[in-house]
Structure formats: C-alpha cells, structure tokens
C-alpha cells in the first residue's frame, strides 16, 4: 500500500470592513499548484515531526507559512478546520489538514521561490474573481472560502470553528461531469443520481463553480 505524505495548511485571517479578510499567495508557473492562489503551506518535513499527527501538521503549517510569507504564527493559535484527502487520478498526492489562525501584525515577505504575489482577500471577492476567471483556484481552496463567508470577524470564525469537530474531505473526481464529490453525496459509492437524493459536490466542469450540499 502507497503512504501518502501528510501536508499542512494555514488559513491567516484578519476582521475587514464587513468581513473577513484571508491571506491568498499565488504560486509560480511550475511545480504544485502552478499559477493557482492558495493559502500558505506545504508538506511536512522531519524537523516538524513528533508523536501526534495533527501536532505534527501544525508545526508543519507554522513552518511553512513562515517561510513562504514571513508571518510568525504559533502552533497553540491554530485550530483544525478540515482534512482534505486526494482523488486518485492526481499525480501528485497529499494528505492535507487544513488550519485557521488570526493573522499577526506585520507585512507580508513573500519567499519568490515559493510564491510570486499576495493579498489579503474577502472570501467572497476571491470566489467571485474566480467564477470570472480572473483568479487561479483549486477545490479545498474554494471549499474553504466557500465556507468562512459565513463569519464577519475573526472572533466568530474561530468560536464556531473551534466548536465543532475537523470537516473531513476524502474526495472522489468524475472528470466525465465535472465533479468533485464528497461522502454525503448519493454518488460518493458510484450509484447513479436520482433527482432528490443528497448532494454534497462541487461542480468544477465550468466557471463559476458552484456547490451542492444537502
């Protein structure tokens, strides 16, 4: 059986004027994510590694952003917002935990190697820029922006968060429709979809995407 390696993630937000704020950095033209607006992160490596796998993820997470924005954030500040598990069709797999965290004073000092421009973004703005093509996305990335549109200061984004258990994605891709599915969704095992059966999918074959979940 392959062994996955493990990745890390770190959702920064800051309180804006009516909304949150999140940190997006747009990587180079090559490599993972080419061109695409993610959240800083990346995956683990030794010296994140200790006897605890979400511990580990953290330290991996504060690391990376570290390095790849210059933003100093500790481990104890994040909380776990979900956990993101490959399709099989990538080439490239992680498995990748997903965490927020307040963002620390400070400007941002991007490493060119690992990423070429930032901003500090509405969730909403981001997934609007997307659906017009203006803004490179992946699925966890808009899932997860998808998701915080809902808090209008850091503060209620991190009690709700802090809540509830890690949302668990172990995705299943069919490229024939476009699809990006979820356990939930009545098409999760392969079964065909009936007109109200439930939903939990992002629909990616076209811009804007849009999300199914019920």
């Known amino acids: 059986m392959t062994v996955i390696p493990t990745a890390a993630t770190l959702v920064l937000m800051r309180d804006g004027a009516g909304a949150i704020e999140v940190l997006l950095l747009q990587r180079p033209d090559r490599g ?14 030794p010296v994140d590694i200790v006897d ?5 993820a953290r ?11 210059g933003l100093i954030v500790s481990p104890d500040d994040l909380l776990p917002l979900s956990h993101w598990s490959p399709p099989e069709q990538l080439a490239t797999k992680f498995s990748t935990w997903f965490f ?5 004073a400070g400007d941002v000092a991007l490493q060119a190697a690992e990423a070429v421009a930032s901003q500090w973004i509405r969730p909403a703005d981001a997934l609007k820029q997307h659906g017009a093509g203006r803004l490179r996305l992946f699925p966890p990335t808009w899932v ?24 668990r994605y172990a995705t299943v891709q069919d490229s ?22 439930p ?7 076209s811009l804007p995407w849009r999300f199914e979940h019920r």
Do not use: C, K
């Open 100 to 104: 927020v965290a307040e963002g620390p």
């Open 176 to 197: 024939e429709r476009g699809l990006a599915i979820w356990e939930g969704d009545e098409a999760y095992d392969g079964s065909p979809d009936t007109e109200d059966g």
């Open 32 to 45: 993972s994510f080419a061109g695409g607006w993610v959240f800083p992160g990346g995956r683990v490596e």
């Open 144 to 167: 997860t922006l998808d998701t915080l549109m809902a808090y209008p200061t850091v503060e209620a984004a991190r009690r709700s968060i802090a809540s509830r258990q890690p949302q």
């Open 52 to 56: 605890d796998e979400e511990l580990t």
């Open 59 to 69: 330290n991996a997470a504060v690391r990376e952003t570290a390095e790849e924005s």
């Open 199 to 205: 939903r939990h999918r992002l629909h990616v074959g």
